[in-house]
T-cell receptor, first 114, second 115 residues
Framework: SQTIHQWPATLVQPVGSPLSLECTVEGTSNPNLYWYRQAAGRGLQLLFY??????ISSEVPQNLSASRPQDRQFILSSKKLLLSDSGFYLC?????????????FGPGTRLTVL | AQSVTQLDSQVPVFEEAPVELRCNYS??????LFWYVQYPNQGLQLLLK??????LVKGINGFEAEFNKSQTSFHLRKPSVHISDTAEYFCAVSPLKAAGNKLTFGGGTRVLVKP
């Protein structure tokens, strides 16, 4: 069966510090991968998605970036965190198919920027 | 572009009572429709989705939703809720011809089931 892991589970970082969140998927190959952010009291916003290694599409301009160095690994990064980067970050995967496919979400990382 | 509006941000309901969560969407293209549930401090999981065919869709945990194309709505219902249904519920849409599954979510509805 497929599983999705995210770490760390929680993170407290000072403004201006770098960020690296990791997501890995097991039990499937060539998945589509997604990063979402859920700000306090708000819905989910798609940040990045990837249909293959090295292929990243950005949905929202911001100071975050994403990379996919391996087929089942998706990394969210920032060089300098802002207060507004605080939130709950969710990684998700779907089969390499189409718009009707279910997305499967990881447990999330709660980031607090102070 | 697509947008999704969930009309109620919070819905308190007593145990064993029915609940309806409202979702309206706007899109210039045809979309697939989804409902996801998020239990506290967890990721999301799929409740149900409408792709085509019958407009009444049945999902897990006794939930169902009805697609109404003329009203661009996809309301979620459950005839009798349990304490364990306390969670946040998200409606989402995905364009039929998008590369990958690019979901646009509504703002969410928090359901609090009271004993």
């Amino acid at each position: 069966s497929q599983t999705i892991h995210q770490w760390p589970a929680t993170l407290v970082q000072p403004v201006g510090s770098p960020l690296s969140l990791e997501c890995t998927v097991e039990g499937t190959s060539n998945p589509n991968l997604y990063w979402y952010r859920q700000a306090a009291g708000r819905g989910l916003q798609l940040l990045f998605y990837s249909v293959g290694i090295g292929q990243i599409s950005s949905e929202v301009p911001q100071n975050l970036s994403a990379s996919r160095p391996q087929d089942r690994q998706f990394i969210l990064s920032s060089k300098k965190l802002l207060l507004s980067d605080s939130g709950f970050y969710l990684c998700a995967w779907s089969v390499h198919g189409g718009a009707s496919d279910t997305q499967y979400f990881g447990p999330g990382t709660r980031l607090t920027v102070l | 572009a697509q947008s999704v509006t969930q009309l109620d941000s919070q819905v308190p309901v007593f145990e064993e009572a029915p609940v309806e969560l409202r979702c309206n969407y706007s899109s210039s293209v045809s979309v697939y429709l989804f409902w996801y549930v998020q239990y506290p401090n967890q990721g999301l999981q799929l409740l149900l989705k409408y792709l085509s065919g019958s407009t009444l869709v049945k999902g897990i945990n006794g939930f169902e939703a009805e697609f109404n194309k003329s009203q661009t709505s996809f309301h979620l219902r459950k005839p009798s809720v349990h304490i364990s249904d306390t969670a946040e519920y998200f409606c989402a849409v995905s364009p039929l011809k998008a590369a990958g599954n690019k979901l646009t979510f509504g703002g969410g509805t928090r359901v609090l089931v009271k004993p």
